[in-house]
């Protein structure tokens, strides 16, 4: 009977999210921000943040198996997408990404909300987070690997000409630099194999992730549009124990999502806190590993989203 309900309630929730869908679009310091809401914007708000090269159709079956009492917003990541890039030239770093947060949060005259952040996304939040404290209610983490990245993973020396030495030889300058006009054209078929060798998408999920991905380049051909940036942005190399001072001091309740395929890789081996509730001295943290690899929550929404719902849902029962 509960399963029964359960699979009601998310078709319900579905059926009434889907109908409201729009595009938006959000001015930037440096461009344009786009984005998709789906809900009613006097609902409470949830930002949806993903990783690199992902644009944000790539949660919409993710928020369609989520509660309807919501605001979703999901955005374009500069480069991302329909966003613009942030301004070419320079090396950025994650650190570059977190105004892109604070942008959407300020045209929708937020002062508190949830944050949900994929991969990169989420190391994103976790850097808002920090900088501005109290502002997130709730945060989900969604396989968020390069937000525990650290100086274990990797020697400075080698981060340095992984992120910053190579960057700026010429060929790759120039490379990283260009627009969408010089990138390679492939046919549909070849970019949906080129996607599904890195990311094993199913066929459903791929729709979604190259609907704001590619775009038709003549010939009936198509080519990439994310800034080709996006393929290595820079993460700083924190000692461990570093972020762990900085993660677990956070008030903010945080639920993680993590991929059993990444975590079999060793992935979190050098963050052990990530998985020891004791680590998070203010008991604010949870923690569900899931069948799938790192893109399980666009191929396998249902695996997680009563779970999610129900974090979600703690929030607004604790303020009736």
Known sequence: MKLYKVLCYCKTAMKSLK????AVTIKAPWGNLTALTWGEPTSPPV????????PCTA??????????????????????????PLPLGVRFTVLDLVPSVLTVVEHFKWEKFVYIGHSLGAAVGKFFNIAYPGRVTRFVELDPVPAYFNSKTIGLKEWYHMYYGNYYKKDNYIKHNAGTETAPRYSYEKIK???????????????????????????GLYRFTYDQRMKNVTLLPFPADFLKKIYTESKTPTFAI???NV?????????????DKTAWPNKNFKFKIVPGGHDVHLNDPDCMAEDISKFLLEDVKSKL
Not at 47 to 54: D, H
Not at 263 to 275: E, M, N, S
């Open 59 to 84: 949660f919409r079956p993710l928020v369609l198996s989520l509660p309807a009492k919501f605001f979703y917003v999901a955005i374009d990541l500069p480069g991302n997408g329909w966003s613009d």
């Open 47 to 54: 930002l949806l943040c993903p990783g690199r090269m992902e």
């Open 263 to 275: 975590v079999q890789l060793g992935a979190y081996k050098d963050v052990a806190f990530l998985t």
């Open 258 to 260: 993590l991929a059993s």
């Open 19 to 22: 109908a409201t869908e729009t």
């Open 193 to 219: 194999q080129l996607v599904q060798n890195v990311q094993c998408l199913t066929e459903e999920a791929l729709k979604h992730q190259l609907e704001r991905m590619i775009e038709p380049a003549g010939d």
